[in-house]
């Protein structure tokens, strides 16, 4: 391949990539968490770092965050967030379908990080998220329920 | 109560590792043959297409790459592939590719963009896959099957995890 020079690469645009856990408990609650360091609670999920693809970054933070292994599947939902206020980049966002923790009970908190978790019907889980989050919870479960993924740039599904 | 010692927004984001992101549009003509061109700065074929500029999602960026590369405005479908593939050495960076179901379009109406493509060609599958690069190779046959299914695939480095 011939090797694009680097100016040319500096004018396209450099995104985030975030991963998200869409999990829920036999009853078909939604597992969600509260994080230390923000206000509004959120899935399991966190950065991609270095190294990683997506679906690794994904079953990575929910063995740090909640201390249990979870089967990385589906992508449910792709959220593409352009740049805004503080946020410097775009975001991809990736919400994969995690399946059902069988037993909550033993869940396992990453104590410097999250301070509780909770599973929940997706309204009151919704009601707890930052507003600009607030879509996905519906937009994955009804993905996971259609067998399908949505590609909701801005959380808005796409326009057909 | 609020919370102590929130990490303020700013800092969220601060070192985290980033990406490149590209969007391609699969398309097709009347017959069900697959659209692929010849860039004239690369030895293999392509799907239309190309990287994100600033401030675009990948959807804008896939109907502009097409505008730009054959002269069509064409209406995005679903979202077909979402492939995740590591830096190389000739690319720093990791890069997701997007490929969209462009449908179909008539040949007769497209308008090379002759100062960076030499040539289309709508070929068969099989066809396609001796003229693309790698990860078009390994792209072009789950496009086409997501199409077909109407399931959307993720894939990392070309293949399902």
């Known amino acids: ?160 | 109560m609020p919370p102590k010692e929130l990490t303020p927004p700013d800092q969220w984001l601060e070192g985290r590792p980033k990406h490149l992101a590209a969007a391609g549009a699969l398309l097709t003509d009347a017959e069900g043959r697959v659209l692929v061109v010849k860039p004239n700065y690369r030895d293999h074929w392509l799907f239309v297409g190309g990287q994100l500029d600033e401030g675009e999602t990948p959807e804008q960026a896939c109907r502009r790459e097409v505008k730009e590369e054959i002269g069509l405005d064409v209406a995005l479908g679903e979202l077909l592939v979402v492939d995740w593939t590591p830096p190389t050495r000739a690319r720093l960076l990791p890069l997701v590719v997007f490929i969209f179901d462009g449908g179909t379009v008539d040949p007769a109406r497209i308008r090379l963009d002759r100062e960076e493509l030499d040539e289309f060609r709508f070929v068969a599958v099989a066809e396609s896959l001796e003229l693309l690069s790698v990860n078009g190779r390994r792209r072009m046959p789950v496009a086409v099957d997501a199409k077909r299914t109407g399931n959307t695939r993720y894939l990392s480095v070309g293949a399902r995890p």
């Open chain 1, 1 to 160: 391949m011939t090797q694009l020079p680097q100016a040319v690469l500096d004018g396209f645009a450099t995104s985030y990539a975030v991963v998200c856990a869409f999990a829920t408990d036999p009853e078909g609650r939604v597992l969600v968490v509260k994080p230390t360091y923000r206000p509004e609670w959120q899935f399991v999920g966190g950065m991609v770092d270095r190294g990683e693809a997506p679906h690794e970054a994904c079953a990575r933070e929910i063995k740090e965050e909640i201390g249990i292994d979870l089967p990385v599947g589906d992508l449910l939902l792709l959220d593409y967030v352009p740049a805004h206020g503080f946020v410097s980049a775009p975001m991809t966002i990736y919400v994969f379908d995690c399946g059902t923790v069988q037993d909550p009970a033993q869940i396992r908190l990453q104590a410097d990080e999250i301070e509780s978790f909770a599973c929940l019907p997706t309204e009151e889980a919704a009601a707890r998220f930052h507003p600009t989050n607030r879509a996905r919870i519906n937009l994955a479960a009804e993905a996971r329920r259609a067998g399908r993924t949505v590609y909701a740039p801005h959380g808005d599904p796409m326009p057909r």
